[in-house]
């Protein structure tokens, strides 16, 4: 029983020392950052998504974005070009995003233009860094955030 009482006053001490240093320790582990975190689902026309920017390298690998609901495409230099959509956590500031009326688009992009394709998808409602594409019942199927030189490049074609 001796060697009993011994052990718990020394186990006591162990412990209260592992209390104050765990307490005590100024460098908190940091988490690895993901892409997305929950507030960073922005859409940015012209910009990109969230912290994931047009003409950068992207940060994460490519289906780690696919399963968020992103396909993010790259140019020759290993850099974002467009981003596509598919999934409704992703909002612009107004909070269009996938299931979005075309009268809901209209209105926070009057200034876009509406074009139609020979795809599945009947309706295109395009302005300066993003496009929306609709079904038939005219709501929004897909996103996609493109450069703004992509636009003007459309637009020349389409004089």
Not at 22 to 28: A, G, W
Not at 87 to 112: N, Y
Not at 130 to 144: G, T
Request: glycine letters at 6%; hydrophobic letters at 40%.
């Amino acid at each position: 029983m001796s060697l009993h009482k011994s052990i718990i006053p020394a186990m006591r001490i162990v412990l209260l020392f592992a209390v104050v240093f765990l307490c005590h320790n100024d460098s908190p582990a940091k988490a690895p950052k993901a892409f997305p975190q929950p507030t960073d689902t922005l859409l940015l026309p012209g910009k990109g998504v969230g912290s994931l920017r047009l003409g950068a390298p992207p940060a994460a690998n490519l289906d780690s974005y696919k399963k968020l609901g992103l396909d993010v495409f790259i140019n020759e230099q290993g850099n974002i070009e467009s981003i596509s959509i598919s999934s409704p956590r992703f909002a612009t500031k107004d909070g269009l995003r996938i299931g979005s009326s075309m009268s809901k688009v209209r209105k926070f992009h009057p200034k876009g233009m509406m074009f139609t394709m020979e795809t599945d998808v009947p309706y295109r409602w395009r302005d300066r860094g993003i496009l929306f594409i609709m079904n038939d019942n005219r709501k929004v199927v897909d996103i996609e955030i493109e450069t703004e030189s992509e636009y003007d490049h459309w637009l020349n074609e389409n004089d």
